[in-house]
Every structure is written in structure tokens, then in C-alpha cells.
């Protein structure tokens, strides 16, 4: 999803100033875009199928609900984005420049879209609305636009999208700079380095803010629980403050070894410095986070690589703006080492969401101990989870070996896309 944007300002780039590099440039990242979306469809439909076997009866209580936003997720969103995939890679010399940057738009408009239904039903289990309760027990769809419009979802899709382009961006300003310290491909090696850090750095502005303190604001009001355990507050305070580092001590109910900004998170969540933040002690002890420990680290490693994304951003930008950026090879260093730290940022974000709703499946209506297939043993479960696990990392090492290949035959490979 962070690629789809990048391309099309590629193509923009060609057609506005008429040049094939800028051209050869997409074409280069609709390739690895295409590897991309391959290996998303063949690891992400065994997920859907496990509504069926692994989570039955959520899918019973729930279905009724995310089926609709599911579905369109595939009707819409992904035939719209394959199609014009398809186009995008193998129909330029047919549509011609225009009707080839239009194909662009579709599939950057397809790939969105489809995070966007995808978002709306995880934002549905975080904050259910626009449903009512049938006699049977189960959750009905009854106002659709409440759910499409659920504040929740929008700035969790926001926060998201703005995570997807910084994994973009970085990954190809990373692939420029190793096209600028290896020598080869000099030319494109500039025009990724420049786009990718100029995104990098917008979106991971954008990352912290608005996205990111909207999400937290959300979080704050929807869920305080999981806040107090993001932040591993476990008195309720006023001017309650920021952990920068330290380690959940949940068993004595502290935080180890704390280095904090006084007040700051009353500040950051309330916009008030004596604002009370409520702690783990205001609530039942079973509703709070069952992975206290885990929530935590992951959220503090989520907001520590943001901090980190925005200060490598300037950097570069500040090199990029004085004419240093492409001769500095100790910044070039830096963002081709950055590649794998976007992946683990939205991970722990999505590790964040989901330990965080927790003990709830549909957070105040289901918990996870009543959704799950109670006719699937704990053993069918590791079996299936080992099976899966071999051929994901199967499929990782062959993802791996086709990227690796695409960038080093370069962008100027004799590919025939246009027949």
C-alpha cells in the first residue's frame, strides 16, 4: 500500500516532464510492487479462512456484521487493484502514457480502498458500533454508514496508511542508496533517494501527527484500560507522567528502572498538565490487557522508531535541500540499513492494536475465550500454526531471492510490459 502512491508519483513525474528515466523508474517499483501483492494474496487467504475453522464462533456472532465490509473489501477493492495491476504491468504500449498513469491511479485507489474495509472491520472489533442484537445473540449489521464512518476507524486507517507509506518510502530510498554506494544505476539510485526521503519524512511527521495522537486520543476515551496498560500506569494519577524507558514490573505493580517526562502523558491524552489519567487500579483486574508485558514493549517500540523515522527524515532532508545528501556516504549508510526497521514498527503498532483489545474479540461485547472453534484442540492448533510457519518462511526465502534479483538487474532490465 505505501508503494502504490510512490509509483504514481513516478508516473507523474514522467508524464509532466517527459522523461523515460522517470518512466523506467515506475516501472522498476511496479515490478517488486507485483511480487509484492503476489506473495499478499497467497499468504493472506489461508487468514480468511480461518474465520471458518480456527474462530466459528466469532464468525457466528460477528459475521453479520464484517461479512458485509469483508466482502466488499474483495469485490471492490481487490478485483479493482488486480485488474489495473495487470494493465499497469502489461498494457503501457496499448493504453499509451495517459491511459497507463490513469492504470496507476486505479491501482493505488484499489490497494487503499481495500485497507480501508480491511481497517473498518478491525475498527468495528475495537469500537463496535452501527449493530444491534439479535434474539439468537448475535451481532446485525444495522446502520452500514455508522460503520464506514466510525470515528475509530478513521484515524486508526490514517495512522496506517501514513505506517504503509513510511515502509515505501524507506525501502526505496534504501534501495537508492545502494544503487549510490554500490556505483551502479547511478541515476535512478537520485530519483529514489529523493522521493523516497521526501515521503519518508512526510508521513513520519504525519505518523506522529495528527494520526498517531488521534489513534491515542481514541484509545484514551474508547478504552482507557488499555492505555493505562500501553503506558504501564498502574495508580491512577493527576499529571500522570511519560515513560520513556522501563520495564512492567506487574507482579509489585511499578515500573523498574523508569526514566520519565513529568505530566507529559496527562498533557499528551487530556491537553492538560493536572489532567488525572486513570491507572490499572480503577478497573477489574479481569479486563485488564492479558500480555501486559508484551503490550507494552510493543507500543514502546512502535513510538521509539517513530521518533527515530522522523529524525533520519530530517537529516536526510536537510542534506537533500543543501546538495550534501548524495556524496554524504555515512547518511546513505543509514537509510540503507533503515530497510527492516519500518516492518518492525508496524508490527509492534499492530501487535499494539491487538494485545490491546484484549481479553475482547469485540471489544465490551466478546471476549477471545468465547469466540474461538471449540471443537479445534490446542494441538490442531500448533500443528496447523508449525505448518503454516514452514511454509511462510518457504515462501519468505523465495520473496527474498526474487527482490534480490530485481534489484540487481536494475531498473534499466529489458522487461517486455507493454505487449
Known amino acids: 500500500m505505501g508503494l502504490a ?3 504514481l508519483v513516478l508516473k507523474t513525474l514522467a508524464l509532466r516532464r517527459n522523461d523515460e528515466t522517470y518512466n523506467r523508474a515506475a516501472r522498476f517499483w511496479a515490478r ?3 511480487i509484492n501483492f503476489l506473495f499478499g494474496v497467497v499468504t493472506g487467504i489461508p487468514m480468511e479462512f480461518q474465520f471458518g475453522t480456527n474462530w466459528s464462533l466469532f464468525s457466528r456472532f460477528a459475521g453479520g456484521v464484517i461479512g458485509q465490509t469483508l ?5 471492490f477493492a481487490f478485483f479493482l487493484e488486480s485488474a489495473f495491476l495487470g494493465l499497469f504491468l502489461y498494457g503501457e504500449k496499448r493504453l499509451g502514457p495517459r491511459g497507463h498513469w490513469w492504470s496507476a491511479v486505479a491501482v493505488f485507489l484499489g490497494s487503499w480502498l481495500s485497507g480501508f474495509f480491511i481497517i473498518v472491520t478491525d475498527a468495528w472489533m475495537q469500537h463496535p458500533v452501527g449493530y444491534t442484537l439479535a434474539p439468537d445473540g448475535s451481532a446485525q449489521l444495522s446502520n452500514f454508514w455508522a460503520i464506514v464512518l466510525n470515528p475509530w476507524a478513521w484515524w486508526q486507517y490514517a495512522h496506517n496508511m501514513s505506517g504503509a507509506v513510511i515502509t515505501g518510502a524507506f525501502v526505496m530510498a534504501s534501495i537508492g542508496a545502494f544503487y549510490l554506494l554500490w556505483g551502479k544505476f547511478v541515476e535512478y539510485g537520485r530519483i529514489f533517494v529523493r522521493v523516497g526521503v521526501l515521503a519518508a519524512l512526510i508521513s513520519s511527521v504525519l505518523q506522529l501527527f495528527p494520526t498517531g495522537d488521534g489513534q491515542g486520543r481514541m484509545v484514551a476515551l474508547h478504552q482507557p484500560v488499555t492505555l493505562a496498560a500501553m503506558e504501564a500506569l498502574f495508580e491512577s494519577q493527576p499529571g500522570a507522567p511519560l ?33 488525572e489519567v486513570k491507572g490499572l487500579d480503577a478497573f477489574p483486574q479481569d479486563q485488564w490487557p492479558t500480555s501486559i508485558e508484551l503490550l507494552y514493549f510493543s507500543y514502546h517500540i512502535m513510538v521509539g522508531l517513530g521518533t527515530v523515522f522522523i529524525a533520519i527524515g530530517v537529516v536526510a532532508a536537510f542534506l537533500l535541500w543543501r546538495g550534501w545528501l548524495f556524496s554524504s556516504r555515512w547518511m546513505l549508510w543509514i537509510l540503507l540499513l533503515a ?6 514498527a508496524n508490527t509492534a503498532g499492530w501487535m499494539t492494536a491487538e494485545l490491546g483489545r484484549q481479553p475482547w474479540l469485540v471489544y465490551s461485547l466478546m471476549r477471545t475465550a468465547d469466540g474461538y472453534s471449540k471443537l479445534v484442540s490446542a494441538g490442531n492448533g500448533i500443528f496447523t500454526l508449525l505448518g503454516f ?5 518457504v515462501l519468505g526465502i523465495l520473496f527474498l531471492f526474487l527482490i534480490r534479483r530485481e534489484i540487481e538487474q536494475g531498473p534499466e532490465a529489458t522487461v517486455e510490459m507493454g505487449h
Open 339 to 344: 530497510l527492516p526497521f519500518p516492518y518492525i
Open 243 to 275: 515513560v520513556l524507558v522501563g520495564q512492567p514490573n506487574v507482579d509489585e505493580h511499578k515500573i523498574d528502572n523508569p526514566i520519565t517526562v513529568p505530566r507529559a502523558l496527562s498533557f499528551l491524552t487530556y491537553r492538560a498538565w493536572k489532567a
Open 389 to 393: 510457519m514452514g511454509m511462510y518462511t
Open 32 to 34: 517488486i510492487f507485483g
Open 71 to 75: 466482502a466488499m473489501e474483495g469485490v
Open 5 to 7: 502512491p510512490l509509483i
